[in-house]
């Protein structure tokens, strides 16, 4: 578990973009299970999240043409309990942090994993989120 205040700063650069933390299981069911395009980020301390997923998180958010209806983040060593029952809902894919999950109707339509995210620059990331919103939301 990482301490809370390291944390703090990577956690807000999603909520304050209007990202809802998911700190327990029911709240993850809660999110997930309704209707409409729920959009997941798993949040993570690595390079690759503060480097790439979260700068395009934020910009895809900012400049897509249609958005989620509902962004909910979870955070990876952190909201242990929350994230596991997180990544029940993304199941096939095995465990990954960071990455996204965009659902709707509370299906699963668009996982993007970590590798997908090391190596690709965050205006990359973004792009492509902003063409998956359009198509799913």
Do not use: W
Request: aromatic share 8%; charged share 25%; hydrophobic share 40%.
């Amino acid at each position: 578990m990482y301490p809370p205040e390291l944390v703090a700063p990577m956690k807000a650069d999603l909520t304050s973009v209007g990202f809802e933390e998911l700190l327990t299981p029911d709240a993850v069911d809660a999110a997930l299970k309704q209707s409409g395009t729920v959009f997941l980020v798993f949040n993570s301390v690595c390079g690759c999240a503060a480097g790439a997923a979260r700068p395009a998180v934020r910009d895809a958010i900012r400049n897509a043409k249609k958005r989620p209806d509902k962004l909910v983040t979870v955070f990876a060593g952190v909201d242990r309990e929350a994230v596991n029952r997180a990544r029940e809902y993304t199941l096939p894919y095995p465990p990954s942090s960071p990455s996204m999950a965009l659902f709707k109707d509370g299906k699963l339509v668009h996982f993007i994993e970590r590798h997908q995210i090391e190596g690709n620059s965050a205006e990359t990331i973004s792009a492509h989120l902003q063409k998956v919103f359009e198509h799913y939301c």
